[in-house]
């Protein structure tokens, strides 16, 4: 008995990188993470790039929103400045650093480490969509 190899094996099926069952579980994954992703004016949410085996939030502050903590000036310990005809600000050339303090997110379900709160949410469902989706194939 002759057995192919498992790379060629998972290939067939749809499995790896380039496969469809892997860019279908990459998509459920985004479809589904995107409303425990925080949400203000939309631009973390509209800043997405979705390949087949990854999900990257495009937005300058994606970071800081993921990890969920407040980010200070290590001089003067602020998250920024205020002026009233300017609006908030940062001293330039300063690297923040965590402060310990977390955000505060205002839209309901929305936090920190959203993949991680999809996952516990509702990977369950992401599993049986895409069981069902190979049962297709």
């Known amino acids: ?18 496969g469809d069952v892997q860019r279908f579980f990459t998509n459920q994954c985004a479809t589904h993470m995107n409303k425990y992703v925080p949400f203000n004016v939309g631009a973390l949410r509209n800043q997405i790039d979705v390949g087949l085996d990854y999900i990257t939030y495009m937005s300058p502050y994606a970071h800081y929103q993921y990890i969920g903590d407040l980010y200070v000036d290590p001089i003067t310990l602020k998250g920024a400045f205020f002026e009233e005809n300017y609006g908030f600000w940062s001293r330039p050339n300063t690297e923040k650093i965590l402060s310990g303090k977390p955000l505060n997110y205002h839209t309901p379900g929305t936090g920190s480490y959203w993949d991680k709160r999809m996952w516990s949410a509702e990977g369950e469902q992401i599993i049986k969509d895409t069981e069902n989706y190979m049962k297709r194939r």
């Open 1 to 18: 008995m002759k057995l192919e190899p498992v790379s060629k094996i998972k290939a067939n099926l749809g499995f790896g990188v380039n």
